[in-house]
């Protein structure tokens, strides 16, 4: 006769999805009535079985049960007889759960368990599950157990206790309102095992009571908010015997040391028993190469002196939980209030911001879009949100100071620092979430936060949510996506939001007051809040459609120039930028709806001083931010026939500067975003250069030959140095020479006359390409040319050759190397280039020759290097710098070139690589050298990108440095990391340098 069952949970909408039971599990339910004497029950059972994950394994579950009942001599037919609740929670657990139904195999006397009449959920037992725990290694005298014996009775006592609580978990109607009594409880539960272990573990190690031994929770336990399955991350102190001298203080700790190991042991250690969970004690101070075990004093030094950020946020949650009392409360005293110191250095929150990115990059892409923890809008998402904000005003406000992630939120509502809509969400979000992360772990009790990629596990993981109702996995896919796109909203704008009510003044949506929202904005790297306060109010006060934009996206561009290198000047730069678009549709719309677009906008003006200021003038490159596609450099072809045609239309050289400043900054931005590689954007600026120069000559002469009426000749100009090799920076200068060749037919007065006008095209050439007032200029720099600035301006082809057969010097010879044609008549180009190939490519360079060269670099390097400069920090001209990269390589081409085509080129890296290739540097020191030379290259251009102004050292400011090592592709706080590369790397460039360059043999 069945009696009493509650089968209040009658209808399941989705039965039919599944039809009838297969005969497998009818086959298995028959075999268990029988074995039980539950003829008759059949009914309920099948009825019970459709609310569980996974129902077909039900009738299989329960026969296991049954049989090990029987062997047990537990009579399971009269438990269920006798109670209302024993059999719906044992068909819960055998298809959900077949960790808990293996416990109940092993110990079938844990049935009695489940036949309680009370909710476990609601009931006094619940409320003693800690003491119960930390009791069952105790006999009934009070005496403790053995080891062994005490190991099985901790284990078998916390999974006794957790059978309970997940069958009342999986009865619960109403699952996320009841998920935090679970994870207290399942807190209260591991505290248990750890007294139990402590008490074990004291009693076998700590003889004569040497020393006192505290446990410290840390993480999740810490905070009571335990998983079904988690590391349980502790800390171990100690105190030796108040008395004991340096030899028994020494034993003490190493008796402290072997019980915490043993306490690990005992929870953790396989056995007959199995292990309940991982005891993690790697947050201790130095991680798992630092002592197990601690004092009060060495665990605050620790704190005090060499503590990373990373580990206070770790210490936030921590609290005693098991040993010493006594000694707990003093760590407690000394430890945690060290938070709050260390919480008010500048750098705190944008490390403990960095670190949070980092975390999220690691996260596998095949997994990204079903991690339930570590996912966008997962549950980290809500729990670095409130941390932040509790690390940021906590700091001043003790209220908010509770490491528990629900209360975390509802603390923060009541201080006015998160709106109520904003809270609710939160809590909302982070109890489904944490629900859906429950039921994964439960079925067979293992670490788990990626939902299933297969339907059917899928569908067994819904049908475990949802008590009632819509128990499908499209519901549940459908809720989990909205509350992760809806946190991830707002777990990018919750910081900032409430600033802007604050500036606005209009307190909509929090009571935020001025003075926190300054807080704010200083804890997340505004050097100057009230300032921010201001643009942030000019921005978006008033009712224009430009302030309506600006509110809806101020609170994610303040987020993203926050991670910026310096948010205020990246504010000031978004405010004049908008001010000066405020009529502007395009830009409007782009703010609005381009994420991408507004983003890439904060990190260029929060990175770079010197793209910021040159948006504001090219404005509609703005729009290239939203379609990077626009950020590739056009086309060289494509460049001349646009400036060809301004040209052609009048606009000459003025408009010839407006395209190539365009184009530069085309080039910056994609460097910046990292559009392009690095090391493709000094050929892609010196292209740029070159194609303006050329122009810049077309229009000069169509000008001035006319005016003077003289046609008939040629004239060129001829790169040198870093634009010859097209190697050059952001400010780099242009190094040129200029040559012209009369007709053939010309007389004597017209060559005069033309030596005359040659010198006037060649200084208009200048003038025109420096005279720029908003776009940059080009300043063309003629002091490599024969004599230097003593020499004639402009020469014939003729006059180079004579001089070169007559004066020249073998650091001309070098200089030639670098000679490229960029504009002019292509007969001129080539000739010029047939005259000096014989100078620069030698087909033996004599050992003079050689040592003069030698000579030459070692007095640059005495000489050249600026006072007071750091030799090792100097990327021109320092050690393994740009300087001893490059001449190493012009070297080995004077020596070499001539025998060897491939080094006949006027760019380092390809003469490198064909030095390699040629077996003139073995492969480890081209690699060498050529790593140095690309570090100190993307150094200099990225300290120039920031400072908006050209730089050959790496800067002592700290800031200077972080955006230096931000725009060359570093993470976030690696400003160390790269003064720590650069110098490792040029210090090995030195070396190899010093081998090939200053060898012992100059005829190798």
Not at 117 to 144: C, H, N, T
Not at 330 to 343: K, N
Not at 793 to 814: C, F, G, I, K, M
Request: hydrophobic share 40%.
């Amino acid at each position: 006769m069945i009696r009493r069952l509650d089968l209040s949970r009658r209808q399941d909408p989705t039965r039919n999805q599944r039809g009838k039971f297969d005969s497998r599990f009818e086959r298995f339910l028959g075999q268990f009535c029988e074995l039980t004497g539950l003829e008759g029950y059949e009914s309920a059972i099948r009825e019970f079985a459709r609310f569980t994950g996974d129902p077909g394994s039900v009738s299989l579950g329960l026969v296991r049960v049954a049989e090990a009942a029987a062997a047990a001599e537990v009579d399971l037919g009269g438990l269920v007889q006798d109670s209302q609740h024993l059999l719906d929670r044992l068909v819960r657990l055998a298809g959900s759960s077949e960790a808990c139904i293996d416990h109940i195999v092993r110990w079938p006397e844990s049935l009695r368990l489940l036949a309680e009449d009370e909710d476990f959920l609601r009931s006094k037992r619940r409320r003693k599950v800690r003491k119960r725990i930390a009791r069952s290694v105790y006999d009934a005298d009070g005496q403790l157990l053995s080891i062994e014996d005490g190991r099985t009775a901790l284990r078998r006592a916390y999974r006794d206790e957790l059978i309970q609580l997940t069958a009342a978990d999986l009865g619960s109607h109403e699952p996320t309102a009841d998920f935090d009594t679970v994870s207290r409880t399942l807190t209260e539960m591991a505290e248990g095992a750890l007294m139990a272990a402590h008490d074990l573990a004291a009693g076998d190690s700590i003889p004569d009571g040497c020393a006192e031994l505290a446990v410290i929770a840390m993480g999740k336990c810490g905070a009571r908010e335990l998983n079904y399955v988690s590391d349980v991350d502790v800390v171990f102190a100690f105190s030796p015997e108040t008395t004991a001298d340096g030899e028994q203080a020494e034993r003490a700790r190493s008796c402290a040391s072997a019980a915490a190991l043993q306490i690990i042991d005992l929870i953790s250690a396989a056995g007959a028993e199995p292990a309940l969970w991982e005891v993690d004690a790697a947050l201790r101070p130095e991680g798992k190469a630092g002592a197990l075990v601690r004092t009060v004093d060495e665990f605050a030094g620790y704190y005090s002196d060499i503590a990373e950020n990373w580990e206070f946020q770790a210490l936030f949650k921590a609290r005693p939980v098991a040993g010493s009392e006594e000694l707990g409360q003093q760590w407690a005293e000394a430890c945690l209030p060290q938070v709050w110191t260390a919480a008010h250095r500048d750098d705190f929150i944008p490390k403990v911001r960095a670190m949070r990115r980092r975390v999220v990059d690691l996260i596998d892409r095949d997994e990204a879009d079903r991690q339930l923890k570590l996912g966008p809008g997962g549950l980290r998402d809500v729990e670095f949100s409130a941390q932040l904000l509790q690390l940021v005003h906590g700091t001043e406000v003790h209220d908010i100071r509770e490491p528990n992630t629900l209360e975390a939120l509802r603390s923060l509502e009541r201080g006015g620092y998160l709106s109520g809509d904003d809270a609710a969400l939160m809590e909302e979000a982070y109890s489904f979430l944490r629900v859906v992360e429950h039921r994964l772990q439960i079925p067979r009790m293992r670490r788990a936060a990626v939902l299933p990629d297969k339907p059917e596990a899928l569908r067994e993981l819904a049908r475990m949510v949802y008590p009632t109702g819509d128990r499908t996995e499209v519901r549940l896919k459908r809720e989990r996506d909205d509350y992760s796109r809806r946190v991830r909203a707002l777990h990018e704008q919750i910081f900032y939001r409430p600033i802007l009510d604050a500036a606005v003044g209009t307190g909509a949506v929090t009571s935020l007051p001025a003075k926190a929202a300054e807080s704010r904005l200083r804890a997340f790297g505004f050097v100057d809040p009230h300032s921010a306060m201001r643009h942030i109010h000019d921005l978006s006060a008033g009712v224009s459609r430009a302030s309506r934009v600006h509110r809806q996206v101020l609170p994610a561009m303040l987020g993203w120039l926050s991670e910026g290198v310096d948010p205020d000047a990246g504010l000031l730069a978004y405010r004049r930028l908008s001010e000066k678009l405020s009529s502007s549709t395009w830009y409007l719309k782009l703010l609005r709806d381009s994420g991408q677009g507004a983003e890439a906008l904060a990190r260029v003006l929060s990175l770079s001083q010197y793209a910021a200021s040159h948006i504001m003038h090219y404005h509609g490159s703005v729009r290239w931010l939203a379609d990077q596609d626009m950020l590739h450099p056009t086309p060289l072809d494509s460049l001349r026939q646009e400036m060809s045609e301004l040209v052609g239309r009048g606009r000459g050289v003025e408009g010839v500067r407006a395209v190539y400043g365009r184009e530069k900054l085309r080039i910056i931005l994609a460097d910046i975003l990292e559009v392009i590689p690095r090391s493709a954007v000094p050929q892609a600026l010196s292209d740029v250069m070159s194609t303006a120069i050329d122009a810049a000559l077309l229009s000069v002469r169509r000008d001035l030959d006319t005016e003077h009426r003289i046609y008939d000749y040629d004239f060129a100009i001829i790169a040198m140095g870093r634009l010859g090799g097209r190697e050059i920076g952001v400010f780099s200068d242009a190094d040129v020479c200029f040559v012209y060749r009369p007709a053939h037919t010309m007389g004597d007065d017209d060559r005069e006359a033309l030596a005359k006008h040659a010198r006037r095209v060649a200084l208009e050439v200048t003038s025109a390409l420096k005279s720029a007032q908003q776009d940059p200029a080009i300043e063309l720099d003629a002091d490599l040319r024969p004599e230097g600035r003593s020499g004639p301006y402009v020469r014939t082809l003729e006059s180079y050759r004579r001089y070169y057969e007559a004066w020249s010097e073998p650091w001309e010879a070098q200089a030639l190397l670098r000679a490229r044609p960029i504009a002019g008549d292509n007969d001129l180009m080539s000739d010029y280039v047939d005259m000096i190939n014989p100078l620069r490519y030698p087909q033996t360079l004599p050992v003079r020759s050689i040592m003069q060269v030698r000579r030459l670099k070692a007095r640059m390097e005495d000489e050249r290097l600026p006072r007071g400069a750091d030799r090792r920090q100097h990327v021109k001209l320092g050690t393994g710098g740009l300087s001893d990269v490059e001449w190493t390589v012009q070297l080995l081409q004077l020596q070499h070139a001539a025998e060897h085509p491939g080094l006949r080129t006027t760019s380092t890296l390809p003469a490198l690589a064909a030095a390699r290739d040629e077996g003139l540097v073995s492969a480890s020191d081209h690699e060498v050298l050529r790593t140095a030379w690309l570090m100190a290259t993307e150094v200099r251009n990225a300290i120039t990108l920031y400072r908006g102004k050209p730089s050959d050292s790496l800067p002592s400011d700290i800031r200077e440095l972080e955006a230096a090592a931000r725009l060359m592709g570093y993470p976030q706080g690696s400003a160390q990391l790269l003064v720590d590369d650069y110098l490792r790397i040029t210090r090995w460039a030195r070396s190899t340098m010093e081998v090939i360059f200053y060898g012992d043999d100059p005829t190798d």
